[in-house]
């Protein structure tokens, strides 16, 4: 841990939203991570990590902030519940200087570095209960939480999607990027589906995803799209378009190729992007015929056959 921080490896600590980047310096606690990606690369340096904050006595949290306000709020508060002691990390660019200030309004804060475009303090834990976030419901059906991709609102590039999609799919499909189930719900009503996989990195997305369907022929899978093996007729997806703040048209492309990889001979690829994402090239490369179906000034849905 970086000198002057409260915290020593004699104490039980929880790192909450931890990254394998941390400078943790030898300190060790319980780390919680909902990506699947960063739980692969925790486990590999030797973390215990688990995607829920154990429940058990912690001397202090070390809480790494998200993008999304809401979800560190969630966190930080979840973090004073679970210990004496909080330490928040994190970039300017996430608005750690935001948090910074309203923790110093509610609780005062006992200490704080700044380094680069970066920000720790720390704060003894006083009540933010009222931080925590319920349920949210972009739609009759669906239950999301904070910080989830369109938690509050259908998206409407996956809404354009949903409305190109065949009256037919399958009978093996795949939701690469599945998020809280938008999509496959759709797909789930298309006839012919017989089996479908819903990948999903996000560990709280993908819950929500398992609870939005609950239909037996969806198995939602937490796990990284852009390695994942299968066999589908027709794979569906809204890929992501960002990686932290950059946008990111490289990890829609490993979602191309991860498609590409998993369908059967004569199977289907259906994906909508934003106009600007420069994805036809990847997809002519790597199937017979790439056609754009009606879309918007927005959004192209493509439908891609291999
Ligand atoms: C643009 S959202 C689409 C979500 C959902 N399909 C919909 O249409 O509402 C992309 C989703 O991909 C997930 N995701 C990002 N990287 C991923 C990866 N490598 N593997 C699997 N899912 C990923 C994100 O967490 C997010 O839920």
Redesign the pocket.
């Known amino acids: 841990m970086r000198d002057g921080l409260p915290v020593t490896a004699n104490q039980r600590l929880v790192f909450l939203n931890h990254a394998p980047d941390f400078d943790a310096a030898g300190i060790r606690g319980v780390a919680q991570q909902c990506n699947a990606?960063a739980v692969k690369a925790l486990d590999a340096a030797g973390w215990t990590v688990q995607p829920d904050i154990p429940d058990a006595e912690f001397d202090g949290a070390v809480v790494r902030i998200a993008r999304s306000k809401a979800w560190t709020q969630h966190m930080i508060a979840q973090a004073a519940a679970a210990a004496p002691l909080v330490v928040v990390d994190g970039q300017k660019t996430d608005g750690i200087d935001t948090h910074f200030k309203l923790i110093k309004a509610r609780c005062g804060v006992l200490g704080t570095i700044t380094k680069a475009h970066g920000r720790i303090f720390w704060f003894q834990s006083c009540d933010l209960s009222d931080w925590m976030a319920g349920p949210l419901s972009p739609a009759p059906g669906f239950q999301t939480h904070v910080g989830?991709?369109?938690a509050e609102k259908i998206?409407p590039g996956?809404a354009l999607l949903a409305d190109r999609l065949p009256e037919q799919l399958g009978p093996r499909v795949a939701?690469?990027?599945?998020?809280?189930g938008?999509?496959s719900k759709h797909i789930l009503a298309k006839s012919g589906v017989q089996h479908l996989d819903c990948?999903?990195?996000?560990h709280r997305?993908a819950a929500c995803c398992g609870a939005n369907l609950n239909d037996p022929r969806a198995t939602v899978h937490w796990?990284?799209?852009?390695t994942w093996s299968g066999r589908y007729d027709d794979i569906v997806?809204?890929?992501?378009?960002h990686v932290g703040r950059a946008a990111a048209s490289d990890?829609g492309k490993a979602f191309i190729a991860a498609a590409a990889r998993c369908l059967t001979k004569k199977g289907n690829l259906w994906l909508v992007a934003n106009r600007h994402l420069p994805y036809e090239s990847d997809l002519k490369e790597k199937f017979r015929s790439v056609q754009e179906l009606p879309g918007d000034n927005r959004f192209k849905v493509l439908r891609a056959c291999l």
């Open positions: 990606a989830l991709f369109s998206d996956s939701d690469l990027g599945a998020g809280w938008f999509l990948v999903e990195i996000d997305a796990a990284d799209a852009t997806m809204n890929p992501p378009f990890l």
